[in-house]
Each structure stands twice: as structure tokens, then as C-alpha cells.
């Protein structure tokens, strides 16, 4: 299944033509549906976002073969119409990291996510709703499973969009979405990266250090194993023998596998 995240309907009318959804009734969102896409539209900002896809992925949970792509506008420096392939989105305080596992021939960027309507220029381009989604969907997603798609629809110039535009651009990489797509889906239904051996080996180990801890070496097992397919998996970690033993070991367990 595809999840397609948008914020506004103007974002998303593009892409229910060219896929063919119809209006699916089934959440007190704005929803369609088609033979293996969800296209959820979750209204402007933040906790909006974060709410929409919570209530989503709730009701429809994905699994390990399913993949995320928020597609919107953004506002930044680069030329209108450019799309962008975010790395990092930066909100609140917070700071999340897709991962990016496929190649592309798009510009990728950081992303900071505001609570309005940006008329000053900012070091980084900038959307309303990228942290929210990212929020409520790492619950459910691996890093590698999602992906956030901007188009650069102004230059700090909220006023300057129209419906129409917005709809013009989506409508402008409806191509570049199919791509980004494809390459998940060939991304998310490969086998299984680890034997059961391994799975269970990375389970123990992730028994040492926190939920979040365990969380990133989960991430930073898997980026490992992609990047070195033939190579064994360094799983030989003694036990910490305090919180500060552990927080170092995390750190040079995190350095060994994504270095």
C-alpha cells in the first residue's frame, strides 16, 4: 500500500486524477482511495498533519512492504517548480531524518516546518505540516520507508499562491512522485535484510540501551547492511555496565554502522 500524505486539496486534486481514487468515507478526514493507494489530505499545519495520519495509520495499519510520501509545496530560494527530496526536516525544537536508500537525480534539502505562513527568507526551505506527518508516521514506519517530496511554489511570497498554481505544480511532477514510488516499493519489498539469526541477535542487543536508543541502532543496523550486503553485522557488544557505558557504546556502535 501507498500512503499519500497532502495538506491541501489543491495538492492533492492532481493526484487523484492521474491515479484514479475515489472518495473513501471511511475517516472523519479527507480520504481517498484506490486498488493500492491511500491519499489522506490532513488540512493546513502541524497538528493537523500529525492528527490526520495518526488517525490513518491507525485504522489502516501499514506493514514493512508499504511505504509514505508526503507531497506538498514549499516555499524557498531555489526556482518555483524545483523539486526537492528532504533529508531533514527541523521543527519544534525536533529533528528527524528520512532516509534517503535510493538514488535520485533531485535536489535533496533540509525542511524547516513552521506554525505560519513564512514572509521572511529563512536559511531552509519551508512547509507547515512535514514534522507532523513525520511524527505520527515513524510510529509506524522505518525511516527508509518514507519519503518527503516538495515543490518550491513561492519565494517567502505566501500571498502570491492560487489554487490553481499549487495544482499546476503537483500536477508538474506527477512523474517525479511515480519515480520516488517506484523506488520504494522495490525498497520496501526486497526480503527480509536480516536472517532470523540475525533478527534475533539485533533484538538483544537493542535490549541494552533505551526505546529511542534502540530505535536508531534499528535504522543504523538496517542503513549498514544495505551499504555492506556481504559484510557480517557487528553484534559482539558486551553488556553496559552503567547509563554512561551505555550511552558511549551507542555512540560507538552508531559510528561503527554508518561510517
Not at 487523484?16 to 475515489?22: A, C, V
Not at 495509520?57 to 509514505?68: A, E
Not at 505540516?129 to 515543490?151: D, P
Not at 529511542?212 to 556481504?230: M, N, T, V, W, Y
Amino acid at each position: 500500500m501507498i500512503y499519500i500524505i497532502t495538506a491541501l486539496d489543491a495538492e492533492a486534486r492532481a493526484l487523484i486524477d492521474f491515479y484514479g481514487l475515489k472518495r473513501d468515507m471511511s475517516l472523519p478526514y479527507t480520504l481517498y482511495s484506490g486498488e493500492d493507494i491511500l491519499l489522506l489530505i490532513t488540512g493546513v499545519g502541524e497538528k493537523n498533519a500529525m492528527m490526520a495520519v495518526s488517525a490513518l495509520l491507525g485504522w489502516k495499519t501499514p506493514t514493512s512492504n508499504d511505504c509514505l510520501i508526503n507531497i506538498g509545496i514549499c516555499a524557498a530560494e531555489y526556482e518555483i517548480g524545483e523539486a526537492l527530496l528532504i533529508h531533514q526536516i527541523i521543527t519544534q525544537g525536533k529533528t528527524y531524518y528520512p532516509d534517503i536508500l535510493y538514488p535520485h537525480t533531485l535536489r535533496e534539502s533540509s525542511l524547516l516546518c513552521v506554525n505560519t505562513p513564512q514572509s521572511s527568507i529563512t536559511n531552509h526551505p519551508v512547509d507547515m505540516e512535514s514534522g507532523g506527518v513525520f511524527c505520527a508516521a515513524e510510529r509506524f514506519f522505518k525511516l527508509h520507508q518514507m519519503a518527503f517530496l516538495k515543490i518550491v511554489s513561492d519565494h517567502f511570497e505566501p500571498q502570491s499562491l492560487s489554487k490553481e498554481l499549487v495544482i499546476s505544480l503537483i500536477h508538474s511532477h506527477q512523474r517525479t512522485l511515480e519515480s520516488i514510488i517506484q523506488s520504494l516499493s522495490q525498497l520496501c519489498s526486497k526480503p527480509p535484510l536480516f536472517s532470523e539469526h540475525e533478527r534475533e541477535a539485533i533484538e538483544g542487543v537493542k535490549g541494552y540501551f533505551t526505546k529511542s536508543q534502540g530505535d536508531i541502532l534499528e535504522d543504523a543496523f538496517c542503513f549498514f547492511r544495505l551499504k555492506h550486503p556481504a559484510k557480517p553485522l557487528p553484534l559482539e557488544i558486551a553488556e553496559p555496565t552503567s547509563k554512561h557505558h551505555r550511552s558511549q557504546l551507542h555512540e560507538h556502535l552508531i559510528h561503527t554502522l554508518v561510517s
